[in-house]
């Protein structure tokens, strides 16, 4: 196996905890650490090309269906010519850079430091620890033409539901929301249905989601969208920025 080709692990001053106002200097160190975090994950993935960002479960091994399912994403991803882009665990997240990594495709992990579960996967030739999730989310979703959801919690819910609220309010556009396995995302439907009788959701905006089961049916839609809107525009690298050649 390849060893990882780049692992950065990005320092935090101390863990901050969100419970209110905090003495100044403290906020200050808190919003230079942001910045800090931003800045070294644009340098990590700035000339990843294009990416298609896999969420979710950590906790599939790799006999459970979806675990099969999602590397099998990974390897059409590659032949796709894309980057597989995930969160950098296990489970899902593992399957998918896996069948990115197996087949020749570049492979990519946003990893989250957590006291249980999450730990860098050895399938990414690339992988950046972020201590923060809002940090980690905005660049899974900036480098990214299209998003595939496969089945999981509470996370990838909170990253499937910010991903459609950028697309409901038109933050991103044209960009394909794949959503695998349709018996595990049935209530989901039911949901979907109360929100629009509610009022609280329009009925169009069921149109930003293809539910599916079928890995080649996924593919199909997004490269439909994405070589029908997105031109890949290669990025130069900068020496004075130290950007290596």
Request: proline fraction near 5%; charged fraction near 25%; hydrophobic fraction near 40%.
């Amino acid at each position: 196996m390849k060893p990882i080709e780049k692992q950065r692990i990005i320092p935090a001053f101390k863990q901050y905890d969100l419970e209110g106002p905090k003495p100044r200097v403290n906020e200050f160190l808190f919003a230079l650490q942001i910045f800090i975090q931003f800045i070294k994950g644009f340098r990590t993935l700035h000339f990843l090309g294009p990416s298609i960002t896999v969420f979710g479960s950590a906790r599939f091994d790799e006999n459970h269906l979806y675990y099969k399912m999602a590397r099998e994403i990974g390897k059409k991803i590659a032949e796709l010519g894309f980057t597989t882009m995930t969160g950098g665990g296990p489970g899902i997240m593992e399957a998918a850079n896996r069948g990115a990594f197996e087949n020749g495709g570049a492979s990519v992990g946003c990893n989250i430091k957590l006291p249980f579960e999450q730990a860098p996967n050895p399938y990414t030739q690339t992988s950046i620890t972020f201590s923060y999730f809002f940090i980690r989310k905005v660049l899974l979703v900036k480098y990214s033409y299209a998003f595939i959801i496969m089945p999981g919690g509470f996370g990838t819910q909170d990253e499937f539901f910010e991903t459609l609220t950028l697309a409901q309010t038109k933050v991103i556009n044209d960009f394909p929301i794949v959503v695998m396995g349709k018996e595990y995302y049935e209530p989901f439907h039911h949901w979907l249905d109360h929100m629009i009788t509610e009022g609280t959701i329009a009925a169009d905006d069921r149109k930003f989601m293809l539910f599916t089961d079928s890995v080649d049916e996924a593919m199909e839609h997004i490269s439909k969208y994405v070589n029908k809107n997105y031109k890949v525009k290669p990025r130069k690298r900068l020496w004075w920025l130290f950007e290596k050649i």
